[in-house]
């Protein structure tokens, strides 16, 4: 036995198939078939249906998953952008230059030597060999963990440049580790005056400062003897 | 690559790209943690950093950065680090010449690869022009 088809209506059905499939393409996802007979036909309206619904599930799994992503992607940019911050700020921070003594200026280094640093480091240190007069300045690196030739490169520059400026510089914090690595790089660090801690350092300096005092104080009489005469 | 010792039984412990001068500061840290970890005393930590620390520098400066691998493995009865760092870069010219004291072909002083030769118990180059350079540095215990 078989069904009676209207076919009108199936043509008709078919043709609200065609529209929601259309209307799906076209982006709006609530367009739905939503048939109302049992049949054959009911079948497969409802099969697109669901499909439809799963693509909807999926898209906005999606859309979910894309704005989470977006969001993680503007954190991170914004903690990169606080890093490069702290970085510049450490750049400032970590090269403090101070005077200790009358005369002797210190400046402790701590962590990893790079140009941009020593760049720093020397400038704020030369400025305030100028500014304080100061002839001696002990530059301490105990806080440095590697000296490859690269950071001792650095250091003789700094060196170099302070003895341009009348000051002595002398380096303290050499570990045993660092001093036979030193050597066994074959970097010659004879020209520079060294100390294996900053108490030897300051005790050279002071011990400078005593002898410059005493040429300085034998100068005056000798200079006022001269003049009796 | 042909010429350098190696060892199928090595055990790899990390690989790592060098791309900017943090790198080689994160890079320096870890080999001498895993230097401390293969119980290396204090000095031979330092030796090996800072010969790492040469190899990533030239490597950066010079081979445009490149890539390191750090193993470990027994090398002559030894229980060893093995480092070898590679790079793509223009590779070096006169082999002699790059690894004798005080050369260098940029503004170093020229002890970089001499230097860092001497501060580990065996170190392997091998270069080609245009195809880049392979150091493996290796200290024992």
């Known amino acids: 036995m078989s069904k009676e088809y209207n076919i009108d209506k199936i043509a008709e059905r078919i043709n609200r198939i065609e529209d929601v499939l259309a209307s799906v393409a076209a982006g709006d996802l609530d367009a739905r078939i939503n048939a109302e007979a049992e049949d054959d036909l009911s079948g497969i309206e409802a099969a697109i249906d669901l499909l439809i619904d799963d693509l909807t599930d999926e898209l906005k799994q999606r859309e979910k998953m894309q704005k989470e992503v977006e969001d993680k992607l503007s954190k991170i940019q914004e903690q990169q952008k606080t890093i490069l911050q702290q970085q510049a700020d450490l750049l400032e921070l970590s090269s403090p230059v101070s005077k200790v003594w009358d005369n002797v200026l210190i400046l402790p280094v701590i962590g990893t030597l790079d140009s941009q640093r020593t760049q720093v480091m020397m400038e704020n240190l030369l400025e305030k060999i100028v500014e304080t007069g100061c002839t001696i300045s002990i530059l301490d690196i105990t806080g440095v963990p590697t ?38 790089l074959g970097i010659d660090l004879s020209t520079i005056k060294t100390k294996a801690t900053l108490q030897d350092a300051m005790i050279f300096a002071m011990k400078q400062n005593k002898r410059s005092e005493n040429v300085k104080l034998q100068s005056l009489f000798t200079s006022s003897d001269e003049k009796e005469e | 690559m042909l010429g350098l010792t190696s060892d199928i039984n090595w055990e790899t412990l990390s690989k790592h790209l060098i791309d900017s001068e943090n790198n080689i500061v994160e890079v320096r840290q870890l080999v001498r943690y895993h230097a401390k970890q293969l119980s290396m005393g204090i000095i031979d930590q330092t030796r090996i950093t800072t010969a790492v620390s040469e190899l990533l520098r030239n490597m950066y400066n010079y081979g445009g950065g490149g890539e390191v691998l750090i193993e470990k493995g027994i090398v002559d009865d030894k229980i060893s680090l093995i480092i070898t760092c590679t790079d793509h870069g223009s590779g070096i010219e006169d082999l002699e010449l790059a690894m004798s004291d005080g050369y260098t072909s940029g503004n170093g002083m020229g002890y970089g690869l001499p230097g860092a030769k001497r501060l580990v118990d065996r170190f392997e180059i091998k270069s080609e022009l245009n195809m880049g350079t392979i150091v493996r540095v290796m200290k024992w215990k």
């Open chain 1, 147 to 184: 000296v490859d030739t690269q950071v001792a490169n650095h250091l003789l520059k700094t060196v170099t440049s302070a003895r341009l400026l009348g000051a002595e510089c002398i380096i303290s914090g050499i570990s045993p580790a660092i001093a036979q690595t030193i050597v066994h």
